[in-house]
């Protein structure tokens, strides 16, 4: 069946650093594949998403681009903020066909320090 | 604009109560999904529904049920609430051209 794996947390990082997190995938096809991103005490939100290889999604300074030949999505900012430390999750929504359940990995906690 | 909305968004409840943890979507999806958290934050899916009148389980074991009467309703119930079952609960829903979209959560407390 599908999966997505996701580096384990948590990640630490000083202000301005560079960040990463790795997603890599498993299913067939030519799934979809999101970033959410979950702050304290709230549900999940959409933080980026592609929908076909090497396309590259971006937002508030997050980009990630669908590698399908690694079959990777990995996260990166150039500079991040005391406000991006949160959970990340990556997920995947399968392609046409079939019931389409999206599938998440387990999450990567981040948190960046002053 | 996504809407999902939940209630409560936080519940104590004592042992062998019965709950309904309420969930409702305005964007006419036909999937829905409940998720329980781990502190831990990871996530579990437990119910999801294709449509009215289709539930499945998840793929964690859980006690509660679910139901899919109307479209942009998918309530979860708990018949008898145990410590256990004390947790974050996250609703979803997503039709084949978006991506999911998450309700606040409701946090659940079983004392």
């Known amino acids: 069946g599908d999966s997505v794996t996701q580096m384990e947390g948590p990640v630490t990082l000083s202000e301005e650093a560079f960040l990463t997190i790795n997603c890599t995938y498993t299913?067939?096809?030519?799934?979809?594949l999101f970033w959410y991103v979950q702050y304290p005490g709230e549900g999940l939100q959409l933080l980026l998403k592609a929908t076909k290889a090497d396309d590259k999604g971006s937002n508030k300074g997050f980009e990630a681009t669908y590698r399908k030949e690694t079959t990777s999505f990995h996260l990166e900012k150039g500079s991040v903020q005391v406000s991006d430390s949160a959970v990340y999750f990556c997920?995947?929504?399968?392609?046409?066909?079939?019931?389409?359940?999206?599938?998440f990995g387990t999450g990567t906690k981040l948190q960046v320090i002053p | 604009e996504a809407d999902i909305y939940q209630t409560p968004r936080y519940l104590v409840i004592g042992t062998g109560k019965k709950i309904t943890l309420e969930c409702s979507q305005t964007?006419?999806?036909?999937?829905m999904y409940w998720y329980q958290q781990d502190p831990g934050m990871e996530l579990h899916l437990i119910h999801y529904?294709?449509?009215?009148?289709?539930?499945e389980k998840g793929d964690l074991s859980s006690e509660s049920t679910v139901s899919r009467i109307r479209t942009e309703h998918f309530p979860l119930t708990l018949e008898s609430a145990r410590p256990s079952h004390t947790s974050q609960y996250l609703c979803?829903?997503?039709?084949?051209?978006?991506?999911?979209?998450f309700g606040q959560g409701t946090r659940l407390t079983v004392v």
């Open positions: 529904s294709y449509g009215v009148n289709s539930t």
């Open positions: 979803a829903s997503s039709d084949y051209r978006a991506e999911a979209f």
């Open positions: 997920a995947l929504r399968p392609s046409a066909g079939g019931y389409q359940k999206v599938t």
């Open positions: 964007m006419g999806h036909d999937k």
């Open positions: 299913a067939t096809g030519y799934p979809s």
